[in-house]
């Protein structure tokens, strides 16, 4: 018989409730009487007790005498998992082959020590035999001393002696309760909170290795059967999209969760032989990860056309407002527009949160739609909102004017102004910004005497003059002055004659 380690089996029990064993400890043990002579009750004499109980290491028997004036001299003991496992010749048991056999020097008690190497619930067959002893006084003479077998009352061998073995089935411990959806994230069960099935459950020893593993059925129940007396460790493994809830809350041990929040795992758990513990349990909530976008145009939330009115070459100052509506942390915020690519990230943003991104654009010509969308994580799981913003630009009033002159005079039909040939010819352009927004690039030429001169730019209202002089040729002449200048890449031009005609 292996007794140098020990083995035995856990069993994750799905949907089972966990049986009543009774346990056994040395304050309260199990316990059959000694007795001399005869299988039979009745006629036999019961001299003391065999006590017999076992903890996580070891199985106890433990033989005591009540009856005044015996002793203990010889112990016989055979344990074992079946009758015939124990010696025996025609039925009968023999002592004398069994495992545990200890000579003694008149005792009251003794206690024999095994290595416990059975699973629990295994059942046990005993056979406890003893040798005592009286003295039984002859007169003054000195007395004689009477020595007998006895058993520790049980079941009869099937031999024709009158030997007698025990059973005792090695207490089975147990841990279990439920998982249940805590709705109102209090850590307490309360009534119509009902239990999560399919959770898995998961059992360790308090040195972090891993016994067993089960699932809660349909009512949140779980259990680990079989277990020897020891320091056991629950884990639980949530859902996804669940958190545990608070530990330890309400006082009442069967009603509170014991799960730590972060992992799962319950502080260490001693069971003693037999016990049964039926209030390891773990609350777990839903959480809602969850984010808003709001995206605005200037301070408008311009989510239907025609938006927010500009005019072209505005700044759009476009504004994603993003918020963390929802009951977790979430990480890796990113901010991304259909139109203008990736405007920003977050690397986490708290519950209730906000965090704001811009980008601002010129306006150009027409009805526009932008949409803007985020997207963040909670533990793997992504979250999502997407919202438009519309804007139309229109074309400003953009307009220039030019007016040339010959000396000084608006000169724009024929006959003109009347020179004498080689008497001097002033062209004076006149060039004024009549429009609502300042041009730039502003260029005046002339179809006959080319290029005049350029301004980089002209304000609102504002005027500029370039002037060429030449000599009075013969005969009528006509020269046609042009400026062209342009706003966010639009044109615009004007154009004025002068005429005048030289004589001799």
Request: net charge negative.
């Given at each position: ?23 056994y ?14 299988g ?35 112990t ?6 079946s ?17 545990y ?9 003794f206690?024999?020590?095994i290595?416990l ?15 005592v ?10 007395p004689?001393?009477l ?11 099937p ?5 007698t ?9 147990s841990?279990?309760d ?38 809660t059925c ?6 680990f059967?079989?277990l020897?007396p ?42 003693a ?10 609350g ?20 239907e ?82 919202d438009?913003?519309?804007y ?28 004498t ?31 005049i ?39 615009v ?12």
């Open positions: 018989m292996g007794k140098s380690f020990k083995v035995f089996m856990i069993m994750g029990l799905l949907c089972l409730a966990a049986t009543s064993v009774f346990a400890t040395e304050s309260d043990p199990f316990v059959t009487d000694l007795i001399i002579g005869g039979a009750k009745a006629s036999a004499k019961d001299i003391g007790d065999v006590e017999i109980w076992n903890d996580r290491d070891f199985l106890y028997v433990k033989y005591v005498i009540s009856y005044p004036d015996w002793c203990i001299m010889q016989h003991l055979e344990v074992a998992t009758l015939s496992a124990i010696p025996q010749k025609k039925g009968n048991p023999i002592p004398g082959k069994f495992e056999i200890d000579k003694h020097d008149c005792v009251s008690e206690v024999i020590t290595p190497t059975w699973a629990p619930g295994t059942e046990l067959f005993i056979a406890s035999h003893a040798v002893r009286t003295a039984v006084p002859i007169g003054n003479l000195i004689i001393y020595y007998e077998t006895v058993w520790g009352f049980g079941s009869r061998f031999g024709k002696n009158w030997a073995y025990i059973k005792y089935r090695i207490p089975a411990g841990i279990g439920v998982v249940w959806d805590d709705l109102n994230r209090n850590g307490i069960q309360d009534a119509g909170e009902s239990g999560i099935s399919r959770i898995e459950v998961n059992l360790y020893d308090c040195l972090g290795n891993k016994l067993a593993s089960t699932f349909a009512n949140g129940s779980y259990s059967s079989g020897h020891g320091d056991y460790r629950i884990k639980f493994v949530a859902h996804d999209r669940f958190l545990f809830s608070p530990p330890n809350q309400g006082g009442d041990p069967a009603r509170d969760s014991n799960a730590d929040q972060s992992t799962g795992l319950t502080s260490c758990i001693t069971i032989s037999g016990e049964h513990n039926s209030t390891i349990d773990a777990l909530y839903e959480i809602t990860p969850a984010i808003d976008l709001e995206k605005y145009i200037g301070d408008q939330d311009a989510d056309a025609p938006g927010v009115a500009l005019t072209v070459g505005d700044p759009v100052v476009f504004t994603f407002a993003v918020t963390n509506v929802g009951d977790v942390d979430l990480t890796n915020v990113a901010v991304t527009d259909d139109v203008l690519g990736a405007i920003c990230t977050v690397f986490s943003l708290e519950v209730g949160d906000t965090t704001t991104c811009t980008v601002a654009i010129p306006a150009e010509l027409g009805l526009h739609q932008n949409i803007g969308t985020v997207t963040a994580e909670y533990n793997g799981y992504s979250v999502s909102d997407s438009p913003a519309f139309t630009a229109t074309l400003p009033n953009f307009a220039i004017d030019i007016e040339k002159f010959i000396n000084g005079q608006d000169a724009d039909e024929a006959p003109g102004v009347a020179l040939v080689g008497e001097s010819v002033n062209f004076a352009y006149v060039v004024t910004n009549v429009g609502d927004v300042d041009l730039t690039n502003v260029a005046v030429t002339d179809d006959v005497l080319g290029s001169c350029t301004v980089f730019s002209l304000g609102a209202g504002e005027s500029g003059t370039c002037s060429v002089t030449i000599p009075a040729e013969l005969g009528l002449h006509q020269n046609i002055g042009t400026v062209t200048a342009e706003y966010n890449g639009y044109s031009s004007d154009s004025d004659l002068a005429v005048y005609t030289g004589s001799e």
